[in-house]
């Protein structure tokens, strides 16, 4: 199977998102406890919590917009306890920092720069993860989000995308995620092919099985290095 393009997942692909977004959260709780107590002690972590999963509820026409649907929590959060003038700014620049303060998995970096020097790569994302800030920009020819494009995976419209910024067809380019749903079957529907990167040794149980499976990011490099190799 030849690929003209790689297209990656982020959050759980490159990086597990769980602790940064944790320690994102508890940044956002310290600087709340030290300069409005008050919202602090209203809204604790998990009640923060509570409130954005309201947010994205009440909120439909935010589902493709995470980084909307966090400012919009803070401000529905200080205006419950009788502030209209949230410090939205701030506490986005804080949870952004945190959010993006990442740990690569150690497959990845020596994986990026095996991929990269065969064939172009594309980023693909729901999240609000900034491959600048955490410093792997320079990998990918085009970076997408589900914010920027206006529709979040699995719609087919976001897989096109990253197709049309190459100029290829979508059948040449390989679909690279962990996530089951959003990146295998999203990206197959859209005619991608595509390949679950199944770090933790999953059964496939989400109907047509994708056309590759790699543990990591590692395999997933060797299998490039092989193709690239007999293809030419």
Same mark, same amino acid.
């Given at each position: 199977?030849?690929v003209?393009?790689?297209?990656?997942?982020?959050?759980d692909?490159l990086?597990?998102v769980?602790?940064a977004?944790?320690e994102? $959260?508890? =940044?956002?709780?310290?600087?709340?406890?030290q300069? !409005?107590?008050d919202?602090?002690?209203?809204?604790?972590?998990?009640?923060?919590?509570?409130?954005?999963?309201? #947010?994205a509820r009440?909120?439909?026409?935010?589902?493709?917009?995470?980084s909307?649907?966090?400012?919009l929590?803070?401000?529905?959060?200080?205006?419950? =306890?009788? #502030?209209?003038?949230?410090?939205?700014?701030?506490?986005?620049r804080?949870y952004?920092?945190?959010?993006?303060?990442?740990e690569?998995?150690?497959d990845?970096?020596p994986?990026?720069?095996?991929?990269?020097?065969h064939v172009?790569?594309?980023?693909?994302?729901?999240?609000?993860?900034?491959?600048?800030?955490i410093?792997?920009?320079?990998?990918f020819h085009?970076?997408?989000?589900a914010?920027?494009?206006?529709?979040?995976?699995? !719609?087919?419209?976001?897989?096109?995308?990253?197709a049309?910024?190459?100029?290829?067809?979508?059948?040449?380019?390989?679909?690279?995620?962990?996530?089951?749903?959003?990146d295998v079957?999203?990206?197959?529907?859209?005619?991608?092919?595509?390949?679950?990167?199944?770090?933790?040794? $999953?059964?496939?149980? !989400?109907?047509p099985?994708p056309d590759?499976?790699?543990?990591?990011?590692?395999a997933?490099? $060797?299998?490039?290095d092989?193709?690239v190799?007999?293809?030419?």
């Amino acid at each position: 199977m030849a690929v003209r393009a790689v297209s990656l997942d982020l959050d759980d692909t490159l990086w597990p998102v769980l602790p940064a977004l944790i320690e994102a $959260e508890h =940044c956002v709780d310290r600087w709340l406890q030290q300069h !409005h107590p008050d919202v602090a002690s209203a809204w604790p972590i998990e009640a923060m919590r509570e409130l954005r999963d309201k #947010i994205a509820r009440e909120n439909t026409h935010l589902a493709h917009d995470f980084s909307e649907q966090r400012r919009l929590t803070i401000r529905h959060a200080f205006a419950a =306890c009788g #502030i209209d003038d949230a410090p939205v700014d701030e506490l986005w620049r804080i949870y952004f920092a945190a959010r993006n303060n990442v740990e690569l998995y150690p497959d990845t970096l020596p994986a990026l720069e095996r991929i990269a020097r065969h064939v172009p790569l594309v980023s693909i994302s729901n999240g609000n993860a900034d491959l600048e800030v955490i410093g792997l920009h320079h990998f990918f020819h085009t970076r997408l989000n589900a914010s920027g494009v206006g529709v979040a995976k699995p !719609h087919p419209q976001i897989f096109l995308a990253a197709a049309e910024a190459l100029a290829i067809a979508p059948g040449d380019m390989l679909h690279v995620g962990d996530d089951p749903m959003l990146d295998v079957v999203g990206a197959r529907e859209a005619g991608l092919r595509t390949a679950w990167l199944n770090r933790t040794g $999953e059964r496939w149980s !989400h109907g047509p099985a994708p056309d590759l499976e790699f543990a990591d990011m590692a395999a997933l490099a $060797e299998w490039i290095d092989a193709t690239v190799s007999t293809d030419s």
